[in-house]
């Protein structure tokens, strides 16, 4: 398992468009991409329940990759969200 640490630069925070960017992106890789924020937990594919976050300005959420392609879906992922210009 692999864990990745990033602090949202979205002045609006993860509303409708990058929460489908970002499940999206997630799609792309065969393991299971987690994520998590002050007590709750959900699925990167499923932008619904990334909504349902309330990720703001400032908050840290904490990506978990498990599964056969956890290094590539890591490494992707930190890619996408540092050049990423709405997250």
């Known amino acids: 398992m692999k864990t990745l640490h990033y ?12 929460a489908v960017m970002l499940a999206r992106e997630s799609r792309k890789y065969d393991c299971k991409i987690t994520v998590s924020f002050d007590g709750q937990t959900a699925d990167a594919s499923d932008m619904v329940a990334i909504m ?3 990720l703001k300005l400032g908050d840290e959420m904490i990506l978990e990759f498990t599964g056969i392609e956890e290094e590539l879906a890591y490494n992707g992922m930190q890619e996408f969200l540092l050049t990423s210009q709405i997250l």
């Open 52 to 54: 349902g976050m309330n």
């Open 7 to 18: 602090t949202i630069r979205e002045p609006y925070g993860i509303h409708a468009r990058p």
